[in-house]
C-alpha cells in the first residue's frame, strides 16, 4: 500500500536528517511517515545512514560503470592479505579483510565465468550468421 507521496521539501529534510545521523524513528515522527517509509525512501535516494553504534551503512548499491579487471581484483586481493598481515587489528578490522578477501575471490570467479560466457556469446552470433547464409544457399543454390 502506497502512502502519501513525498515533497520536495520533506526529501530535502530527510536529507539533513539523514545527515545529522537521527534515527528512522526520529525523522519518521518529524516528517509524519513510518520508519519503513523512510527506510525505502533514503535506500531509494542512496543515502549512507549511521546505524545506532555509529557504523556506516549503505542502503543501496553503486554500480560501477565498468568491471574491474582480474588484475585490480587481485591487487584488493593482496592489499586485504597485507593489511592482515599487520599486527594488533582489531577482531572488526579482521573480520573487514577476510570479507574484502572473499568478496574478491568471489569476484574473480564470476568475472572470469563472464569472460567465457562473453566469448562464447560472440562464437555463437557468429555460427548463427553461417548458419543462415548456408541455409540461404542452400534454399536458393541458383544464386550462388
Not at 58 to 76: Q, W
Not at 102 to 126: C, M, N, P, Q
Amino acid at each position: 500500500m502506497k502512502g502519501k507521496p513525498w515533497t520536495p521539501d520533506q526529501e530535502k529534510e530527510l536529507r539533513r536528517l539523514v545527515e545529522v545521523k537521527d534515527s528512522l524513528d526520529i525523522i519518521g515522527a518529524k516528517l509524519n511517515k513510518s520508519p519503513e517509509a523512510i527506510r525505502k525512501k533514503i535506500e531509494r535516494l542512496g543515502l549512507e545512514v549511521v546505524d545506532p553504534r555509529g557504523l556506516r551503512t549503505t542502503t543501496s548499491l553503486k554500480i560501477p560503470k565498468e568491471l574491474p579487471t582480474v588484475e585490480e581484483t587481485l591487487k584488493m586481493l593482496a592489499g586485504a592479505l597485507n593489511a592482515a598481515m599487520l599486527p594488533g587489528l582489531d577482531k572488526v578490522e579482521v573480520q573487514r579483510l577476510q570479507t574484502v578477501a572473499t568478496l574478491a575471490r568471489t569476484y574473480k570467479d564470476l568475472f572470469s565465468d563472464y569472460v567465457d560466457y562473453r566469448g562464447i556469446e560472440a562464437e555463437l552470433v557468429e555460427l548463427r550468421g553461417k548458419y543462415e547464409n548456408l541455409v540461404k544457399k542452400v534454399q536458393n543454390p541458383a544464386a550462388n
